[in-house]
C-alpha cells in the first residue's frame, strides 16, 4: 500500500469552477502538507504548505489538513485555464527532511 | 536569481550504459535532494545531501545508483549499468534553512533529466 494516495484524475472543469483536490496518507509522522503545482516538462514548484492540522488560504487556493482523518484537500476557487497542470501533494515528518508525494491529479480548466 | 539548473535536458542511452545526471542548486542552498518521476507517477525520494554528506539515501532503488555532492554545490547522480526501468524524469531540488516566501526549507525543484534507456 501507498505512504500517500491521490486520484490521478484526469479531471476537467469549466472556467470558474470549484476545484476540490485531495489526499490520503498511512504515516501518522506526517507533520507538514504542501500541494505542488507541474506544468507539462516542468519542475514542481510549490503552491501551497500546512503544518499540522488547519486551514491556510492564498488567494484562490485553500488548503487543508484533517491528521484524525489522514486527509488533505486543496480548493481552487473561479478556476482558470492557467490552473491547467498536475497537482501533486507532498508531506514530511519533519522539516526539511523527504518529501513523500501522491501520483499527482491531471486538472484541465477548459475556457 | 537563478533556480535549479540540470543537465543534461534529456538523455537517451543504451541498456547496460552508465549514465551521468548533474544538478546545480540554487547558490546558498545547503540541502539538495534528487527524485525520479517515472510516468504518470508522483515523484520518488532518492537521496538527500546537506553540505557534501547525504544523511538519507534510504531511496536509492539499487547499489548501481550512486551520487555525490561537491561541498555546497554541484551534486551529480550516477546509474549504471541501466535497465530499462531506469527511464523515468530525474528531479533535482534544493533548500535552505534561510525563510522562504512560502515556508522555510521549501524544496525548490530544476526541469528534470528525462532518461530513456532503450
Known amino acids: 500500500q501507498k505512504e500517500v494516495e491521490q486520484d490521478p484524475g484526469p479531471l476537467s472543469v469549466p472556467e470558474g469552477a470549484i476545484v476540490s483536490l485531495n489526499c490520503t496518507y498511512s504515516?501518522?509522522?506526517?507533520?507538514?502538507f504542501m500541494w505542488y503545482r507541474q506544468y507539462s516538462r516542468k519542475g514542481p514548484e510549490l503552491l501551497m504548505y500546512?503544518?499540522?492540522?488547519g486551514n491556510k488560504e492564498d488567494g484562490r487556493f485553500t488548503a487543508q489538513v484533517d491528521k484524525s482523518s489522514k486527509y488533505i484537500s486543496l480548493f481552487i476557487r473561479d478556476s482558470q485555464p492557467s490552473d491547467s497542470a498536475t497537482y501533486l501533494c507532498a508531506m514530511s515528518v519533519t522539516s526539511g527532511s523527504r518529501l513523500t508525494f501522491g501520483e499527482g491529479t491531471q486538472l484541465t480548466v477548459n475556457p | 536569481g537563478a533556480g535549479v539548473s540540470q543537465s543534461p535536458s534529456n538523455k537517451v542511452t543504451e541498456k547496460g550504459k552508465d549514465v551521468e545526471l548533474r544538478c546545480d542548486p540554487i547558490s546558498g542552498h545547503t540541502a539538495l535532494y534528487w527524485y525520479r518521476q517515472r510516468l504518470g507517477q508522483g515523484l520518488e525520494f532518492l537521496i538527500y545531501?546537506?553540505?557534501?554528506?547525504?544523511?538519507?539515501k534510504s531511496g536509492l532503488p539499487s547499489d548501481r545508483f550512486s551520487a555525490e555532492r561537491t561541498g555546497e554545490s554541484v551534486s551529480t547522480l550516477t546509474i549504471q549499468r541501466t535497465q530499462q526501468e531506469d527511464s523515468a524524469v530525474y528531479l533535482c531540488?534544493?533548500?535552505?534553512?534561510?525563510?522562504?516566501?512560502?515556508?522555510?526549507?521549501?524544496?525548490?525543484f530544476g526541469p528534470g533529466t528525462r532518461l530513456l534507456v532503450l
Open positions: 500546512t503544518y499540522s492540522s
Open positions: 504515516n501518522s509522522a506526517f507533520q507538514y
Open positions: 531540488a534544493s533548500s535552505s534553512t534561510i525563510p522562504g516566501p512560502k515556508y522555510q526549507e521549501t524544496q525548490y
Open positions: 545531501f546537506q553540505g557534501n554528506s547525504a544523511p538519507d
